[in-house]
């Protein structure tokens, strides 16, 4: 079962703006990770955040986690036409397995 | 430092026959978990491997199983496919002690 919900399902913007998706989670988490998967690959590891964080950047990313409302967003700042993939969120509530949404298609536009 | 390795990159199978897919994890990398995402979907947890022993298994029937060797390399089976069984493949790997997980191309498996 999925444990995270993202959205939008797809989005598409254009090459300088900014992309914001968000996860919806049903159950307490320790962590909620961001991955990205280019067209049905691996996928990526892009950041982590504890479920006592509230906010945290990594070069042109920012992900924002509240506990209270079981949600999360991801923010690409000055998008790139190499930034277009599928983004997901995944918690691990328990220490040995990722649950994972189904995922946000980024589209950008050069 | 090497990658997450998976083989083979595809595979096509018949219904009833039975498959193994290869991980090798990351250097270091003491424990290898099993996705499998169906297309359009995220990736779903069939299992994980530590030190040789399933440590949690997801909603995935018992005819998925798998090893984990020695040097950490791992391995799915599949018998009895099914057509429900054609998705991609993933393996990921990290350290014991880190939350996040590394994760190898994939094989894309097809159930005619």
């Known amino acids: 079962s999925q444990q995270g919900e993202e959205d939008p399902q797809a989005l598409s913007i254009q090459e300088g703006e900014n992309a914001t998706m968000n996860c919806s989670y049903k159950?307490?988490?320790?962590?909620l990770q961001w991955y990205r998967q280019n067209s049905g690959r691996g996928l990526v590891h892009l950041i982590l955040i504890r479920s006592n964080e509230r906010e945290k950047h990594s070069g042109r990313l920012r992900v924002t986690l509240d506990t209270s409302k079981k949600s999360s967003s991801l923010l690409i700042t000055a998008s790139r036409a190499a930034d277009t993939a599928s983004y997901f969120c995944?918690?691990?509530?328990?220490?040995?397995?990722?649950?994972f949404g189904k995922g946000t298609l980024l589209t950008v536009n050069p | 430092e090497t990658g997450v390795t998976q083989s083979p990159t595809h595979l096509i199978k018949t219904r009833g026959q039975q498959v193994t897919l290869r991980c090798s994890s990351q250097?270091?990398?003491?424990?290898v978990s099993w996705y499998q995402q169906a297309l359009g979907q995220g990736p779903q947890f069939i299992f994980q491997?530590?030190?040789?022993?399933?440590?949690g298994r997801g909603n995935f029937p018992p005819r998925f199983s798998g090893l984990q060797f020695p040097n950490y390399s791992s391995e799915l089976n599949v018998n009895a496919l099914e057509l429900d069984d054609s998705a991609l493949y993933l393996c990921?790997?990290?350290?014991?002690?880190?939350?996040?997980?590394?994760f190898g191309p994939g094989t894309r498996l097809t159930v005619l």
């Open positions: 250097s270091g990398h003491n424990t």
């Open positions: 995944a918690t691990d509530g328990s220490n040995y397995k990722l649950t």
């Open positions: 159950t307490s988490i320790n962590n």
């Open positions: 990921a790997s990290s350290p014991w002690t880190s939350n996040t997980q590394y």
């Open positions: 491997y530590y030190r040789e022993e399933e440590n």
